[in-house]
Structures are given as structure tokens and as C-alpha cells.
């Protein structure tokens, strides 16, 4: 990770970008905000040069944010995140690094809940579309969208990590911790999706139960990662 | 739960039934240790009293802890337990609460796995075992055992309480609050336990990552709870 690493984030409009934006914005890194609407982008990049002066920001659609990044963030809603990868999947450029954020949980009909993939996971799901030569981390999945873009309100949890080898974790981890606040923690293999995508619904079923909002995860008795 | 409650642990000698029985008999409450051996059971109450003075200890057989006790934790390694529950299925009282505090994780052939389980859970697997009459809960799932055991360290960290109904998580968690250091978090229907048996393999996998021993989890955005 160094100052001039680009990072896109694919559906960088929608609930999670503008805040995740804000953050690596605030921490100085060049990030480049893609929607499938570039007018919609250069809103949202308004918006956040309004709360953080000298952010290093760019408009972009979404196969440009991808095909100009070294690192890509996966923020579209998870229901349109394969057809999205679909659509994209020849800006994907060899060697780079896509963390994907999404969580399949679903509200309709009761109580929120997992949608069911045979993959066992929407990072798996992904995986399976994804060109074999970009690495696949997933990040993000135990954070609270709604606090990430409360930019006056520290973190002060941890971020659990899983990818397709130790260096891809590693390079997502470098990444996420130029947000403050956050411990980037490495949790294995991509099959541990299926626990991050889990706690995150755990996490919800919290909020609801104590009318609380962005219940989160810190992992106590790992005193200090230098990784 | 009072003082006067009855505390019993099924499996009370093995790898968790000794330090769950410390911090109970710690806290002043009346534990029953059960053992298939009640010559075992003794040796283990023999241990715990050298420990904590005046400790409130009983040994019994498996059945007697079941049949005796308002409170049952089943604390039999996982490939026991459906064995120890069918065993003993007349001795539940009915109105009476079980705790089971398993992981279903199997340490044979390669790295630390969950094993599949039909009803998706070990939880929801001894469910199906038990009488409909007694109250089941999950709790302790991701509380590393040997830490139980080791008085002098805090536990200082949450504990994740998943059962069949408010009522039955509500009994559980008023148990667990005997032990100082310990926050008993409502985590929704029995379930949940599908996600804290998988929390349990993501705390193996970052103790051995990281070298350390005692991963576990505490929940941020939940200033405290009066429940």
C-alpha cells in the first residue's frame, strides 16, 4: 500500500460507498467513486469534498473504477453484485485486488436472514466469477455501513479478513488499516465468508433486540497485531 | 436465579466442566459436578475446593446432576453428547433449563473444521434429542475453556446466548451473570447457534494464526446491558 495506490469502489453511491469513501478520503488516499451512473459518481464525490477538504477524489463508472485501480471494493447491493461481476468482468485487470463487502441477508418476508448459496457464501458466490488472475479478499462484512459514514464517530472495533491466500489478506489488510479506528485481523481462507456473513446477521438481530444501530466485533486476547 | 439454585454440570470432569465449575463455585453458586464416573466427579470436587475456599460442591453421576439440578450444562465433548442426551432423556426435569455449550468442531484430517450436521447446529441437534419440556440455550460457545479455568485472568469479554425463547435466553443469561467479567448478549432464536459454533473455528483459526490461546469476542455499540 503506498500513497498512490488507486482504490475503486464499484457502487461507490450507494449505502456503504459514500461512507467507506469518506473514511479512506479523510485518510488521504486517491479514491476513485464508480456508479453505473458517472453523474450520480460526481455527486457523491461533491459530497464528500463538502466534509473533507483536499480529498483526493474521481467520478467514474463502474468498469472504470475497476479497470484503473489496483484495488477494488465490491459495494453494490449483494443482489446485484454477480451480475455486476458479470457485466465487468473483462475491466478486471490482472493482479489486482477486489475485497468484496456485500452480505447476503435478506429482509423480506420476516425476520432478516441468510440467502441461501450454494457456494455457501456471497464471497464464495464471487469467486466463482471473478477471473482467476485478480485476488479476492472480504472485508467490511461486521461493519455498520450507517457508522462508517458518521465520520465524527471512531470505529474502535475490528475488521475480520478472509481471501484467497495469505497475501491477498495481507494487502486487503494493508489497505484497511489506513481507516482509523479499525484492526484489520486475519480470518483464513474465503470459506470464512460464511462466518463474517453470519455475524453480520448476528449483528442485526443485536441492533433489533437493544435498539441499538451499529453493534460491531472486537476480538479480545490478540493484544496488538503487527502483522 | 437465586443463591439456592442448583448448578449442574453433565461432563463436569472433562476439558470445560472444571473451570465453568470454578467461576460458578467462585461466585457462591451451588454446582453439582456430574460425571459418568462419580469417582471422577469427586476428584475434580476435591480440586475445586483447594481452589476456592468454601466452595458449595457436590460430585454425582450424570443422571443425578440431570435429575437434581434446575440449571443442566452440557458440557460432554460434542461426540457425546447426543449419546449422553438419549442416555438420560428421563432424567430432565420438565421446567427445567439446559445449556449446552458444544462445538461441533472435529480436529481430524487437515486444519480445525465444523462437522455437518443435518439440523445445521449442535444445538439444534440436541434439540431434537431433548424433552420438549426443558428450556435449551446455547451459551459459552465461544468462551475458550482453558481460560474458564484460569481464575486469576479476567474473562472480560461477551458471551453470546442463543435458545428457543426470550424467556429461556433471559434464565440462561441470569445464570451467566454469576461470572465476573462475563456480558451475557441476547443472540436471538436457537439458530443463532449455526453462527457461534462458526465464531468458535474463526477463534481457532486466529489463535493458531496468531499464536496465541485465548481469542473470543466482545460486542461494540452496546453500552451496557440492563436487559
Known amino acids: 500500500m503506498t500513497r498512490f495506490t488507486r482504490i475503486g469502489l464499484v457502487g461507490g453511491t450507494g449505502r456503504e460507498g459514500p461512507g467507506l469513501a469518506l473514511r479512506f478520503a479523510q485518510a488521504g488516499a486517491h ?24 480529498a483526493r477524489l474521481e467520478a467514474a463508472d463502474n468498469a472504470a473504477a475497476i479497470s484503473t485501480c489496483e484495488v477494488v471494493f465490491l459495494c453494490v447491493p449483494f443482489a446485484h453484485a454477480a451480475a455486476t461481476v458479470d457485466a465487468h468482468r473483462a475491466a478486471f485487470q ?3 485486488l477486489v475485497v468484496d463487502v456485500t452480505v447476503p441477508v435478506t429482509f423480506e418476508g420476516g425476520p432478516p436472514r441468510l440467502i441461501d448459496l450454494p457456494e455457501g457464501s456471497a464471497t464464495e458466490h464471487l469467486r466463482r466469477r471473478l477471473p482467476q488472475a485478480v485476488g479476492l479478499a472480504a ?18 472495533c475490528d475488521d ?8 491477498v489478506r495481507q494487502r486487503a ?5 489506513l481507516i482509523p479506528g479499525l484492526r484489520p485481523i486475519d480470518a483464513g481462507p474465503l470459506e470464512a465468508a460464511r462466518t463474517l456473513e453470519r455475524m453480520t446477521l448476528l449483528a442485526i438481530g443485536i ?4 435498539k441499538i444501530h451499529d453493534a460491531r466485533f472486537r476480538l479480545v486476547g490478540l493484544p496488538a497485531v503487527s502483522s
Open 173 to 177: 489488510s494493508d489497505v484497511l488499516r
Open 31 to 54: 479514491v476513485v467513486i464508480g456508479s453505473r451512473s458517472a453523474k450520480r459518481a460526481g455527486q457523491t464525490v461533491e459530497q464528500i469534498r463538502a466534509l473533507v477538504s483536499g
Open 94 to 96: 490482472p493482479g489486482s
Open 160 to 167: 475480520f479478513v478472509c481471501g484467497d491466500s495469505r497475501e
Open 139 to 156: 472485508a467490511l462484512k461486521t461493519i455498520p455501513a450507517r457508522l462508517l459514514a458518521e465520520l465524527g464517530t471512531p470505529l474502535d
Open 207 to 210: 441492533n433489533r433486540r437493544y
